[in-house]
Nanobody, 115 residues
């Protein structure tokens, strides 16, 4: 089992920044692909950013150039740095750890972008 705990969400003005954190209960980054998803009210959950065990990153078009996913192996923590935030970024953000036959989710952290 793997527990994932997100933190760092909150209320921010348009144009502002937030850094989300996802702490894993044990060392998994050499096996699991780590993903950030988000889900806005009334919408489907969507993939925002990915980092593979090899360190390759990928981003949805919505966050390209504004979001950065990274990880600290020593802290078992994945981050999502979000800059130039827009009201349409408002959503619950979820951390996900994925590997063949295994899929774990955090409880989510709310991000609200509003003036």
């Amino acid at each position: 089992q793997v527990q994932l705990v997100e933190s760092g969400g909150g209320l921010v003005q348009p144009g502002g920044s937030l850094r989300l954190s996802c702490a894993a209960s044990r060392s998994i980054f050499n096996i699991y692909t780590m993903n950030w998803y988000r889900q806005a009210p009334g919408k489907q959950r969507e993939l925002v950013a990915t980092i593979t065990p090899g360190g390759r990153t990928n981003y949805a078009d919505s966050g390209q150039g504004r979001f950065t996913i990274s990880r600290d192996n020593a802290k078992n923590t994945v981050y999502l740095q979000m800059n130039s935030l827009k009201p349409e970024d408002t959503a619950a953000y979820y951390c996900n750890a994925a590997a063949p036959y295994y899929n774990y989710w955090g409880q989510g952290t709310q991000v609200t972008v509003s003036s």
